[in-house]
């Protein structure tokens, strides 16, 4: 458990210990090495707050409380080392899928289409699409960016079969985005899905996939519902598209 939940779990605190918590929570690492008299002379409290503070929260007294406090520190510590080493996998994980991937087929698609449609289906997923569109602007190559889930079902109703809709999802999941790939698919369109290496239900609809490689982070939120999503592997492979697509179609 967490400073933070065992704070949650107290009704009440007086404004001597939200004083006292406030320099705790801002300064863990010093705490620790701190003694009783050294902490309330820097928030200018007293020993026996601080006594009460730590028995307030559970602990026998401050130097338990202080060891505790240095196992989150280390523990944060070594997440830290954890997830850049994360994302150095992910990124070599990306690039292995990138280069096995046969992005010409999907270049010539790009190069082909009539139209160009491109979805995100959340704020992360736009966000990258509109740096692809805004590199392929510069190459005279205009896509049109679907800004929700309504204007994809219109495109669909509108859509040909010399068009391309390019589909950027996080889960390749959803009941929406699910049904509207089928559309496509019984009308031909040309599709594009780029998720995250897993089978999920836009990458089997799509006959032209990329996929790329997000670990999610342990310890962003306490909230177990809440979904913290990573993009950069996306941007590498959104940017290899691109630099394909440059290096094989575009003419100067």
Known sequence: MRLEERINQVHSFSNTE????????SAKSKVVNMQAAELASHTYTSPASI???????GFSGFNEFKFFLKQEVSE???NKNKSWHLLQADIEKTINLTEEANLLPISRLIAEAKNIFIFGTDWGERNTAELFVR?????????TIIPSITELRWVSEKVQKDDLIIIISYSGEGKDVTEISQLLKLKKVKMVAITPLSKNPLSTLSSNNLYYQATQLEGVSDN???????????HIVLDALFRNYFDNFYLP
Do not use: D
Request: aromatic share 16%.
């Open 76 to 78: 944060l510590k070594t």
């Open 224 to 234: 177990p519902h809440a979904e913290y999503n990573l993009f950069t592997t996306l």
């Open 135 to 143: 590199n392929f602007i510069a190459v005279g190559v205009y896509m």
């Open 51 to 57: 006594t009460r503070l730590s028995k307030k929260l």
């Open 18 to 25: 939200y004083v006292l918590l406030e320099y705790i929570i």
